[in-house]
């Protein structure tokens, strides 16, 4: 939000020229201090913004002040305005709208409100109720920049549901889901907490000071413990490949002899076999045998069921 607020609050000055600290605070609903914090933070990095102060004072920029001819290239404007499109369309932020509108305007396109920028569309919303991920999504934003506990209900992956208080510090995108590291008072360790698992989400009006921690903590690859890992080799008819492809991404996927394998390695947990099942007749595994053995069972369970 930090970032989000700087960019508005430049776009602002390149339109209007000079404001007041209060008006910037009004607008952006921030304090006026937090208002010169960023003003100090921009200067720093070459902006030519000055403060006046007195009865006709006010925060100003240089008339001769825009962005650099060529500081962003065409493409570059578009892949900018379409990442910031994907975003809002789940944060739904004033100020990250107002951005967008800027920007665009910044980069003489007229926007739209269905308009695609450029050559790239980005949805990152669900398939499911859009609008109430979205809500979700910016409940979480919001407690993780004010620092305030929030009060779960969360169904892992096995499907075990649990209730949890979590201190958020920090929302992650990852391969088009949204996650939350977050302290959790339950384990007393740090989690990260997919977001579309989180059946209900209560704001606690308790605050926190941010704990430390390194990038190095934050589980981006997941599953990093080789023994909750299998390696998995699978045979595919040509209907399967794309799912495969999907799930597994092209890499894995590779012809031999006239026909298409796949390989990877993979979390074991109880999701591991209904992926595989969804995949349908075209997906066989080859390795480990283990595998192949509780994917029979339970496609002879569903079986069962419809004779």
């Given at each position: 939000?930090?970032?989000?607020?700087?960019?508005?609050?430049?776009?602002?000055?390149?339109?209007?020229?000079?404001?007041?600290?209060?008006?910037?605070?009004?607008?952006?609903?921030?304090?006026?201090?937090?208002?010169?914090?960023?003003?100090?933070?921009?200067?720093?990095?070459?902006?030519?913004?000055?403060?006046?102060?007195?009865?006709?004072?006010?925060?100003?920029?240089?008339?001769?002040?825009?962005?650099?001819?060529?500081?962003?290239?065409?493409?570059?404007?578009?892949?900018?305005?379409?990442?910031?499109?994907?975003?809002?369309?789940?944060?739904?932020?004033?100020?990250?709208?107002?951005?967008?509108?800027?920007?665009?305007?910044?980069?003489?396109?007229?926007?739209?409100?269905?308009?695609?920028?450029?050559?790239?569309?980005?949805?990152?919303?669900?398939?499911?109720?859009?609008?109430?991920?979205?809500?979700?999504?910016?409940?979480?934003?919001?407690?993780?920049?004010?620092?305030?506990?929030?009060?779960?209900?969360?169904?892992?992956?096995?499907?075990?549901?649990?209730?949890?208080?979590?201190?958020?510090?920090?929302?992650?995108?990852?391969?088009?889901?949204?996650?939350?590291?977050?302290?959790?008072?339950?384990?007393?360790?740090?989690?990260?907490?997919?977001?579309?698992?989180?059946?209900?989400?209560?704001?606690?009006?308790?605050?926190?000071?941010?704990?430390?921690?390194?990038?190095?903590?934050?589980?981006?690859?997941?599953?990093?413990?080789?023994?909750?890992?299998?390696?998995?080799?699978?045979?595919?008819?040509?209907?399967?490949?794309?799912?495969?492809?999907?799930?597994l991404g092209v890499e894995a996927v590779f012809?031999?002899?006239?026909?298409?394998?796949?390989?990877?390695?993979?979390p074991d947990d109880e999701s591991l076999v209904?992926?595989?099942?969804?995949?349908?007749?075209?997906?066989?595994?080859?390795?480990?045998?283990?595998?192949?053995?509780?994917?029979?069972?339970?496609?002879?369970?569903?079986?069962?069921?419809?004779?």
């Open positions: 939000m930090k970032y989000q607020i700087m960019i508005g609050i430049l776009f602002t000055l390149l339109k209007e020229r000079r404001v007041t600290a209060t008006e910037l605070a009004a607008k952006y609903e921030i304090s006026p201090r937090s208002v010169y914090r960023y003003i100090d933070e921009m200067t720093v990095a070459g902006i030519p913004i000055d403060v006046a102060r007195g009865q006709y004072g006010g925060i100003y920029i240089s008339d001769a002040y825009k962005l650099p001819r060529g500081f962003l290239t065409r493409a570059e404007y578009d892949r900018a305005i379409a990442a910031m499109n994907a975003m809002n369309s789940e944060l739904q932020d004033e100020v990250l709208r107002g951005a967008i509108e800027k920007l665009s305007s910044q980069s003489k396109q007229e926007r739209q409100d269905d308009a695609i920028m450029g050559d790239i569309l980005v949805d990152s919303g669900a398939w499911g109720s859009e609008r109430r991920f979205s809500d979700k999504l910016a409940l979480i934003e919001q407690a993780t920049e004010e620092r305030e506990a929030l009060e779960i209900d969360y169904i892992d992956r096995g499907g075990e549901h649990t209730h949890r208080v979590i201190l958020p510090h920090l929302l992650v995108y990852k391969q088009n889901i949204w996650y939350v590291f977050a302290f959790c008072r339950t384990r007393e360790a740090f989690r990260m907490f997919k977001i579309g698992r989180m059946r209900t989400i209560l704001k606690t009006g308790e605050t926190f000071e941010k704990l430390p921690f390194k990038r190095e903590d934050i589980p981006l690859s997941f599953w990093t413990d080789e023994e909750q890992c299998v390696e998995a080799r699978f045979e595919l008819t040509e209907d399967a490949v794309p799912f495969a492809e999907e799930w012809e031999k002899d006239g026909k298409k394998y796949a390989e990877a390695t993979l209904g992926k595989i099942l969804s995949a349908g007749a075209g997906f066989t595994v080859l390795a480990p045998a283990e595998l192949a053995e509780r994917v029979q069972a339970a496609a002879h369970a569903i079986a069962v069921k419809y004779e």
